[in-house]
């Protein structure tokens, strides 16, 4: 005769807890995720720093100015960003099976990954914002330097810095997380399935632009577009690589 358990049922804790639980797995190694961006980014500054004053050492005259105008086309203001590539495949390849391993649902990991990104981008780009506009504060005062107002932050608006870099952001965590779940999914040969799909899709788009006539008004609808409206149409890709990386983990194997 078999026996019934009359032991109440351990409940499961609710959806929006373990959602919670996924973003505090993302950031129980807060070095990842803010730490060594933001130490990149003080790397980055320093040498900006050093390099201005090499100029003002060497330089004199008008030269001087000229060339202090000249780090206004310097890319080391963007230089934390590209670490937040190996954030994007670290958040598949070392929290996903993680996670799952604590019950949490592959929907869960989602939607928790999702909200950690977007945590972090909005942290990340407030704070570069903040420093945008101290530094264009420096500038009004009289001494020229760029390194956070290079490239188009230069005339941006700080609403303008702050969307344009949280969308970036979002689109690398995004891409990278997207190419990771595929690789866990399909491995070797899905990579490359996905990237001869890339390279079709944009040679496609480029190929009927050309042919049917079409490509001017779209180059000069692309040039006519504000800078907060080019950076924002960036999150739709952003929200299609996300798509796509979630349709992938929702069959990947936990294990090699």
Excluded: C, K
């Amino acid at each position: 005769m078999t026996a019934i358990s009359t032991d109440p049922a351990v409940a499961r804790t609710g959806t929006p807890r373990r959602i919670t639980n996924v973003m505090r797995l993302h950031l129980v190694n807060r070095v990842t995720y803010i730490g060594i961006p933001w130490i990149i980014t003080a790397v980055a500054l320093g040498i900006s720093i050093i390099v201005a004053l090499l100029i003002v050492a060497s330089v004199s005259g008008p030269d001087q100015q000229v060339a202090l105008e000249g780090m206004g086309y310097s890319w080391a203001v963007l230089s934390p960003l590209w670490y937040l590539a190996v954030v994007g495949v670290q958040a598949v390849n070392a929290v996903f099976p993680f996670a799952l391993g604590f019950s949490i649902t592959r929907r869960e990991y989602a939607l928790g990954t999702l909200l950690t990104y977007v945590a972090m981008a909005a942290f990340n780009a407030t704070g570069w914002a903040i420093l945008t506009e101290i530094e264009r504060a420096i500038n009004a005062a009289g001494v020229t330097f760029h390194h956070f107002t290079a490239l188009w932050f230069a005339d941006a608006g700080v609403g303008t810095v702050w969307l344009s870099l949280f969308s970036l952001q979002l689109l690398i965590f995004a891409v990278t997380s997207a190419f990771a779940a595929v690789y866990a999914r399909w491995r070797a040969l899905g990579m490359v399935v996905l990237w001869v799909a890339v390279a079709v899709v944009l040679i496609g788009i480029v190929a009927f632009a050309v042919l049917t006539g079409t490509a001017p008004p779209i180059i000069d609808w692309l040039f006519g577009l504000s800078t907060a409206s080019l950076f924002a149409a960036l999150l739709v890709p952003a929200v299609l690589a996300f798509a796509l990386g979630w349709l992938a983990l929702r069959w990947a194997p936990l294990r090699g």
